[in-house]
C-alpha cells in the first residue's frame, strides 16, 4: 500500500510560479510510475504530467506542455509539480497518482492516489 499526500494548493495568480508537492509513504516506492491529474466540477480528470519514481522520460497533458514541469526527491519520498506562468484554466483539484507499471493518461489505470489540493489561479 503507498499512502500519497499533497500539499501547496490555494489561491494563485498568474504570474505565480507555484509548487505542488506529494510525500508517499508505505510499501516500496520501486517501480512506481508518479503522475498528477486535475479536475473541475462536471469534468472527468485530466492528466496533467507523469514520470517514473527513479527519473527518466516525463510525460504531460497537452494543455500544461512547456508550463509545467513534474520531478521526484527520492530521498525526500516526495514528487513535485511545478506550476509556471498558470492560467484560470489551471484552476481544479490536483491528484498524486502512483501505479505499478508504466505510464499511462488514464485515472482509471493509477493504483494510488491522493486525496487532492484545490488550486485557484484568479488575479
Known amino acids: 500500500q503507498v499512502h500519497l499526500v499533497e500539499s501547496g494548493g490555494g489561491l494563485v495568480q498568474p504570474g505565480d510560479s507555484p509548487r505542488l508537492s506529494c510525500v508517499a509513504s508505505?510499501?516500496?516506492?520501486?517501480?512506481?510510475?508518479m503522475g498528477w491529474f486535475r479536475q473541475v466540477p462536471g469534468e472527468e480528470r485530466e492528466f496533467v504530467a507523469g514520470?517514473?519514481?527513479?527519473?527518466?522520460?516525463?510525460y504531460y497533458g497537452e494543455s500544461v506542455k512547456g508550463r509545467f514541469a513534474i520531478s521526484t526527491d527520492n530521498a525526500r519520498n516526495t514528487v513535485y509539480l511545478h506550476m509556471n506562468s498558470p492560467k484560470p484554466e489551471d484552476t481544479g483539484v490536483y491528484y498524486c497518482?502512483?501505479?505499478?507499471?508504466?505510464?499511462?493518461?488514464?485515472?482509471?489505470?493509477?493504483?494510488?492516489w491522493g486525496r487532492g489540493t484545490q488550486v485557484t489561479v484568479s488575479s
Open positions: 514520470m517514473g519514481w527513479t527519473g527518466g522520460k516525463t
Open positions: 497518482v502512483a501505479r505499478r507499471g508504466s505510464y499511462s493518461d488514464q485515472f482509471g489505470a493509477y493504483d494510488y
Open positions: 508505505g510499501a516500496s516506492f520501486r517501480g512506481l510510475f
